[in-house]
């Protein structure tokens, strides 16, 4: 048998794969701009890792840090334990409460344990925790836009007695609220809702109750805003958009916000493993981005799995630029 030269069977192989390289279909990726962690998951994280560094493992943590599979997985990795409540913490190893905020009772009850318990609840939600209180010390009842059961929605509640808050999640909940006392009236929203369906609630509740008493703006939080502002920019544009993200509620707003702004075909993916791409095909611009919760890794992970398969050319649509930084608990500060 006479066997062709290897260099001539390379040259062949790589010609193959010219051919296969050039028969790519195009496709044009729409980068959203800001897209992916805000200044309060990124101080979240960093406050697990350094309670980790400082404290030894393993650190608890009470409930998912934040809402992203591959966040969680990483600080297990490094020494975290999630755990559903304090019930699941040993008083001999500190614990930390997520970005999403907490009741009163979940400090109260670390410190009558005599726990290290550290705070990683994002200041912007914190804000609306101080709100709340200081409408119900002024005597108002205060009506909370939000999500029920959604860990934010609970951490806010809890910050002032039972029956204290009512919460409202859309406009038809607006238009049916009964409320005790309409002169004595507040309203706060939870920090990552859709922006426009929260002024539509938001002009329901004034116009219902005009001397209500709120935030100039609402309180969705610049993160959302903006991330919800770049999707808006280039929803229209796209054939297809991916949400990369878990199962967060800013996230899921972002879809909503894609279909709404003229890319019906819209969807959450975890990451590139988790690609359809049958749903992809016939699509020659899809738009990118990614939640609140989601690492930018995961992002050009999606980014290279589209480089596999298709001709990829990336266009970056920055609607704003982020600075925000939120300093760390003093006693994690070296
Ligand atoms: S999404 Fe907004 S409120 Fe939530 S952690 Fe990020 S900055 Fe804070």
């Known amino acids: 048998m006479v066997r062709e030269p290897a260099s001539e069977r390379a040259g062949i192989r790589a010609e193959r794969f010219l051919m296969i390289e050039t028969h790519k279909t195009p496709l044009t990726i729409l980068l959203a701009s800001p897209r992916g962690f805000c200044a309060g998951v990124d101080r979240a994280i ?42 699941g913490v040993p008083d001999d190893r500190p614990v930390v409460f997520s970005a999403h905020g907490v ?83 507040a309203y706060a929203t939870q920090t990552t ?18 001397a209500i008493e709120g935030p100039k703006l609402e309180d969705i ?34 879809v909503e916000v894609a279909v709404h ?17 049958n749903w992809l095909v016939g699509a020659g611009r899809l738009g990118i981005t990614a939640g609140a919760s989601a690492p930018e890794l995961l992002v050009d992970e999606l980014v290279a799995a589209c480089r596999e398969r298709f001709d990829v050319a990336v266009e970056e649509v920055r609607t704003t630029e982020e600075s925000v930084v939120f300093k760390l608990p003093r006693t994690l500060v070296a």
């Open 46 to 87: 960093q406050i697990v890792e350094r309670a980790i560094a400082r404290y030894g493992r393993p650190v608890y943590v009470r409930h998912e840090i934040v809402h992203n599979r591959c966040v969680v997985e990483g600080l297990e990795a490094k020494g975290a334990i999630f755990v559903g409540e304090l019930d």
């Open 103 to 185: 009741p009163k009772a979940v400090p109260a009850e670390a410190a009558r344990r005599n726990l290290i318990f550290i705070d990683a609840t994002c200041p912007l939600v914190s804000k609306v925790h101080r709100e709340a209180e200081r409408h119900h010390e002024c005597g108002r009842t205060v009506v909370l836009i939000g999500h029920a059961g959604h860990p934010e929605v609970i951490g806010t509640m809890g910050q002032l007695p039972a029956g204290a808050v009512l919460l409202v999640k859309d406009v038809a909940e607006a238009e049916a609220l009964d409320v005790p006392d309409p002169h004595n009236l």
């Open 193 to 210: 809702l859709s922006v426009d369906d929260t002024i539509e609630i938001v002009a329901i509740l004034r116009r219902r109750f005009p």
């Open 221 to 254: 939080c610049y993160a959302t805003s903006n991330r919800q502002a770049a999707v808006k920019a280039i929803a229209r544009h796209c054939d297809a958009l991916v949400v990369i993200a878990s199962d967060s509620s800013n996230s899921v707003r972002l």
């Open 261 to 277: 702004y003229g890319c019906p075909k819209s969807r959450l993916v975890q990451r590139a493993a988790d690609m359809d791409w």
